[in-house]
């Protein structure tokens, strides 16, 4: 079966997973709602120790609370049109940052990862040598009472930096179904989970 366009379009999205812009023109929430809403996507006994970044009211992304476990969670960018919340393992903080950093500094679409990668290559970005979670939540409305997000589509996101088809046994064939290995061979390989599966 072929994945669906809406499908595609989540996967697509991952690639700007945790990367929001660093100006948003809109004002921030209060920093306690915006630690609800970035939470979210994690697991229940991991939503506490997380460690949260958020919204400043100048617009710029700003530490919001400090972790106590291995997860950091990004605030929904108030400027965005839909709600998003991720959050990832620590071992991936210095590739995201320097996402977010490049972003800022008007770095578009793939040079982003152009320069990354070549970061990567040349020891001034490490990546972890174990798998890394990222979890997400798109779409949906967030109701700050209750902590909920109702209507979103979540997905998983596994990193295995350089991980091929070879060397996991799996696929790269994007599936709704299945797990798949998505830019394999690549800093950023990852396998993709969704909850349709």
Not at 22 to 33: I, K
Not at 106 to 129: H, L, N, W, Y
Request: glycine letters at 10%; a positive charge.
């Amino acid at each position: 079966m072929r994945p669906s366009a809406s499908f595609l379009a989540l996967v697509g999205a991952t690639v700007l997973a945790a990367a929001p812009a660093l100006a948003a023109q809109r004002p921030a929430p209060p920093p306690a709602e915006q630690i609800a809403a970035a939470i979210t996507p994690l697991p229940a006994e991991m939503q506490a120790g997380a460690a949260v970044l958020g919204y400043a009211a100048n617009g710029k992304l700003v530490p919001l609370r400090a972790g106590t476990n291995d997860m950091i969670c990004l605030a929904p960018n108030p400027e965005a049109k839909s709600f998003h919340s991720a959050c990832y393992h620590k071992a991936m903080e210095p590739f995201m940052a320097r996402g977010r950093e490049l972003r800022a500094a008007g770095v578009k679409g793939g040079q982003v990862d152009t320069v990354r990668f070549a970061e990567v290559k040349s020891g001034k970005i490490r990546m972890p040598s174990s798998p890394s979670m990222l979890y997400q939540i798109f779409g949906g409305t967030f109701d700050a009472k209750t902590g909920i997000v109702t209507g979103g589509s979540r997905l998983y996101v596994t990193y295995i930096p350089f991980a091929t088809a070879a060397s996991t046994g799996m696929s790269t064939r994007p599936s709704e179904k299945d797990p798949w290995l998505m830019y394999p061979g690549t800093p950023k390989a990852h396998i993709m989970f969704s909850t349709g599966m």
